[in-house]
């Protein structure tokens, strides 16, 4: 590209031209500088086109100005192939409709930015989807599978995306626009294509279509004339380097009804590969192989994994009824025909989808290895045909343990390729050689087995350079012939496939500088570098999926506006570029503008694959970025919301006349525009009488005064009172029944039991009510007090000043926030290191013990004590002894009780919801959980610029599931966040988990409709 060009210029031209908008300014291009490779090249701009029109318009700015043009679709690639330092196109923005479904001819007409399970969704009810089926599905684009010609579990017997493409419309580097398709279909386009291919039939008949996977370099059998010169066939796989895609006709497949499940345990993976030939000869629909450390690595990532044969490695055989046989009699004659006798069939059901859920959590988090390395992709997909799959997975492992490297290896089998990421040590120039080194003897050993490069994420920048090594010099220069005819000029993504970048050009890790510690975050788990931690991140885009259907949170506020500035990836990327100390900085308004939108729901920490926490890199960020500098005011106002609760709550008269004067809507609203709320909030009510003065926790103090004064009556001498700070040294502290019996020695407040009582021990617990339930809603607290007393336990109460400062931590300002957790670690743990649990109230809060704490207060041995013994209310009643509640105590019956439960983003992502899930349903309640963020997300839908999109989050799934509820549903919502946005958007009053328990049935009847789900919000 030209050194020189006139990139306002160009932006003029494409804004102007380009109806679906462009843009180019420096966190745009940070955004869409990288793809799910190694690799990173920011764009001139980005445009977004809507349709072929806008696709011709960026087309001519590009000739104009002289400058590449990529497409993009999910931006999904692990190659490198979607993107460009020219024009990059993201079709997923607009482009993004299915124009028809024909269920009679079984096809369907897509335009590239199709998301694929859109595609699946759309078909289902007819009974057919699209065959080829990726990881990825969820968030890959038609356009970038066509360009990749994708594959998946099921392309054993589906074929890859090229065998059920029928045909495309693709526009030309020079504006032209063509149709392709079977029977020479397009061919009067590029008439140089037929001559060209006429005279190279012996090279191309040897070198191509030698076995299935075979999809580096361009797919020149497809237009042999024994295969129908089929031009569409021969584009897919092109990625994007000789035309633009602008729809595509697909073939749709009938779903297989009831498929079963085999799953064959062998010593190793190059066992089970070896055993890949005779499982074929079954028709088999899937088979896929998974080494036992990756399910390792799922059992400690997601737990729940379900009993798999004995074995070290797994092949999982998918079998469908055929010929009149069903699925079950199938699958076990595949069975017999395997040398394994470690043998486990399935039928379609439950079981058989839990265990292929293992294959699919795996694929997500094999970006680690077990040793807690970042592994990067590269040489992630070879593939080698079948029966030479066993010899060629010996043999890499040899070279990667020649290497030192080590990655987690899956893939599917049945067509003969292999998934691994490795672990190269991308962090340093000289790993780079490595890396080099590596793939160079990794394509000459793939090639020596009669491999292809990539089975199905195409060459990319990752592999292009090595096309040779696979091909030969006179196949490389038919490829530079064929790229001539279509792109005579080189503007369509150049780097890829022709006259390629080299493999060690562009990587983006090495780049990056390290961010250490600077009094904030420590990122213990990344070394103490930040910027190791914003690079988890590899742009796989699980962020951008639709999976609130299936239990995830993640990403809220891309759902809400579906731009990349707005999602977690978007946000890393702009990060990683701060990193490398270019043109962004901490206090960027490129860089605050990409965090503006976080919700700080922490979803990411647990939705995505690699671990990453946006929501910490945000605080982080604004404590960078306003440290020793004046701070928005929103930041004084929320940011410090518990000192001003505190304040305003200390005088009961005060918290009165404040509610009533956030009742006037005109001071309410002068007042909020001042600090930078949004006036079309609502004030949530001050408590007049704050939890730590209720009667609930009087009643708890006036028996702990009891039980000090019983036992000053007959301790012993030499017994201390609780202890300060850290409470029992480690090693005198002991298991859990023995820190219990610790507390009745040290806490003065167990003691001898005196006459009349019984001889049974007190079970202690300590309520922590944060300053959410303490001063703006207490009723939490107070029902935890009835609930946990009724539960057998004694009721402790810490000082009513602890707080966590999740405020401070959430605005940036964490050298407040550790000042307050010190202070809250002070007050807390004493009451574990005698083995007390502690119990929080709100999620939110007992989060931060459980996440930001650690990280915040490194090293403090409290920190670790204090982390293990806190609950929530779920999870101590749920737990075994010591812990769990007396053998007297059960949940209310709530048999025919509909509950709406919103899970606060918090307690999903840090705790889990399970254990409150399970007790609701042993409970019999008829449960609805409202899956992803109410939108509120603390402070986040308060502040001014944030309430659309707030809004637009609740109205995704919590608003309308409170609509459909019954009138008499029980709307159950922890969060004091969740509880505060349902009232205000649908006038619901949500309640707590404590008095959900605390009333049981009773609270259909009563509770003056706290918690009921009013017949106005429908």
């Excluded at 078909?123 to 994708?150: E, H, K, V, W």
């Excluded at 931690?533 to 590899?538: L, N, P, S």
Aim: glycine share 12%; proline share 6%; hydrophobic share 40%.
């Amino acid at each position: 590209m030209d050194s020189v060009i006139d990139t306002a210029g160009l932006l003029d031209r494409l804004q102007r031209t380009v109806a679906g908008g462009a843009d180019a300014d420096a966190r745009r291009r940070a955004e869409y500088s990288t793809d799910a490779s190694n690799y990173r090249i920011p764009p001139l701009a980005v445009a977004f086109p809507k349709d072929a029109d806008d696709v011709a318009a960026a087309l001519a700015a590009a000739r104009e100005f002289g400058v590449p043009i990529t497409g993009r679709g999910g931006g999904t690639s692990c190659a490198g192939n979607s993107i460009g330092e020219g024009i990059v196109l993201d079709f997923s923005r607009h482009m993004n409709a299915i124009l028809s479904v024909d269920p009679e001819a079984r096809v369907a007409r897509v335009q590239p930015g199709v998301v694929m399970s859109e595609l699946q969704k759309a078909a289902a009810p007819f009974g057919l989807r699209f065959g080829p089926d990726p990881s990825t599905q969820n968030r890959a684009t038609f356009g970038g599978m066509i360009g990749n010609n994708a594959c998946g579990p099921h392309a054993v017997a589906f074929g890859r995306t090229a065998d059920n493409v029928a045909g495309m419309d693709v526009t030309l580097a020079d504006g032209r626009r063509m149709k392709a398709g079977e029977g020479g279909l397009g061919y009067e386009a590029v008439p140089e294509l037929a001559r060209l291919v006429d005279e190279n039939l012996a090279t191309i008949r040897v070198q191509f279509g030698r076995f299935k996977r075979q999809v580096s370099g361009y797919s020149l059998e497809h237009l042999l004339p024994e295969n129908g010169r089929n031009l569409a066939k021969f584009l897919v796989g092109s990625e994007g380097t000789l035309g633009l895609l602008t729809a595509a006709e697909v073939r749709l497949v009938p779903v297989e009804a009831s498929p079963a499940l085999v799953v064959l345990g062998y010593p190793d993976m190059a066992s089970a590969a070896d055993d890949v030939p005779a499982l074929l000869a079954h028709r088999p629909l899937a088979v896929e192989g998974m080494d036992a450390r990756l399910v390792d690595v799922v059992r400690r990532a997601k737990g729940g994994v379900p009993p798999l044969p004995e074995g070290g490695g797994w092949l999982m055989v998918e079998v469908g009824e055929e010929g009149g046989a069903d699925a079950m009699s199938r699958a076990r004659a595949l069975a017999g025909s395997a040398s394994s006798t470690a043998v486990d069939i399935r039928p379609a059901g439950p079981e058989a989808v839990r265990l292929w859920r293992i294959r699919a959590d795996g694929a997500g988090l094999g970006g680690r290895t077990p040793a807690g390395n970042q592994a990067w992709p590269g040489w992630e997909d070879s593939a080698v045909p079948p029966e030479r799959l066993g010899e060629y997975l010996r043999a890499l492992e040899a070279l990667m343990k020649g290497y030192g490297l080590d990655g987690l290896m899956y893939g599917h089998f049945g067509d003969g390729c292999v998934h691994v990421r490795i672990d190269f040590p991308l962090e340093s120039r000289r790993g780079t050689e490595t890396f080099r080194r590596f793939m160079e003897e990794a394509a000459d050993l793939a090639a020596g087995f009669g491999g292809s490069l990539s089975g199905e994420h195409g060459d990319g920048r990752a592999r292009s350079e090595l096309l040779e090594r696979m091909y030969g010099p006179d196949v490389v220069a038919l490829f530079e012939r064929v790229k001539g005819v279509f792109d005579p000029e080189c503007l369509l993504n150049p780097g890829v496939l022709v006259r390629p970048d080299r493999i060690d050009e562009h990587l983006r890790r090495p780049g990056a500088k390290p961010i250490p510690y600077a009094g904030g975050f420590r990122f213990a788990d990344d070394g103490g570098d930040m910027a190791r931690a914003v690079h988890r991140c590899t742009g796989v885009g699980n962020c951008r999926a639709s999976r609130f259907d299936l239990g995830a949170f993640m990403c809220p506020s891309y759902e809400a506006t579906r731009d990349e500035k707005d999602v977690t990836r978007g946000r890393a990327r702009v990060l990683q570029d701060v990193a490398r100390g270019g043109v962004l900085a901490w206090d960027s308004p490129e860089v605050l503008d990409s965090l503006d939108l976080c919700l700080a729901c922490k979803a990411c920490s647990r939705d995505c694959p690699t671990g990453i926490d946006v929501a910490r890199y945000r605080s982080e960020a604004l404590y960078r970025a306003y440290r020793g500098k004046l701070r928005p005011v929103v930041h004084y106002a929320l940011g410090r919301l518990p000192l001003w609760a505190r304040m305003v709550t200390k005088v009961p008269v005060v918290a009165r006349i404040a509610n009533a004067v956030m009742r006037l809507g005109p001071l309410r609203r002068l007042a909020f525009r001042l600090v930078g709320v949004d006036p079309r909030r609502a004030m949530p009510g001050f408590e007049t009488r704050r939890f730590s003065r209720s009667e609930e926790a009087r009643s708890v103090r006036k028996e702990a005064r009891s039980l000090r004064a019983a036992f000053r009556k007959s301790r012993k001498k030499g017994l201390r009172g609780i202890p300060d700070e850290s409470g029992i040294p480690d090693e005198k502290r002991g298991s859990a029944p023995e820190r219990g019996e610790a507390l009745a020695r040290t806490s003065g407040l167990a003691g001898e039991a005196t006459a009349g009582e019984s001889d049974a021990k007190p079970r202690y617990v300590a309520l922590w009510a944060d300053s959410f339930s303490e001063t703006l809603d207490a009723r939490g607290a107070r029902a935890a007090v009835s609930v946990l007393q009724e539960a057998g336990y004694t009721v402790l109460l810490p000082p009513d000043e602890a707080c966590c400062g999740l405020t401070w931590i959430t605005t940036g300002q964490l050298d407040a926030a550790k000042r307050k957790l010190d202070s809250l670690l002070g007050a807390l743990a004493p009451f574990a290191a005698n083995g007390i649990p502690i119990v929080g109230v709100e999620p939110s809060c007992t989060a931060v013990l459980r996440s930001d704490m650690e990280d915040l207060l490194a090293g403090d041995p409290r920190v670790d004590l204090v982390k293990e013994m806190t609950f929530t209310l779920a999870e101590l009643l749920s737990a075994p002894k010591p812990f769990g509640p007396g053998e007297n105590w059960s949940m209310p019956d709530l048999t025919g009780l509909e509950v709406v439960a919103q899970p606060h983003c918090h307690h999903y992502s840090v705790m889990g919801w399970a254990a409150d899930e399970a007790l609701l349903l042993s409970a019999g309640a008829e449960l609805t959980k409202v899956t992803g963020c109410c939108g509120l997300a603390g402070n986040f839908g308060m502040e001014k610029g944030h309430y659309d999109v707030s809004v637009r989050i609740a109205g995704a799934r919590l608003l309308p599931t409170l609509e459909r509820a019954n009138p008499d549903a029980v709307f159950l919502a922890d969060g004091f966040s969740c509880r505060t946005q349902a009232e205000q958007l649908s006038a619901s009053r949500g309640i707590h988990l404590a008095e959900l328990i605390r009333d049981g049935m009773a609270v259909r009847r009563h509770m003056s409709d706290e918690g009921r789900i009013p017949a106005r919000s429908r």
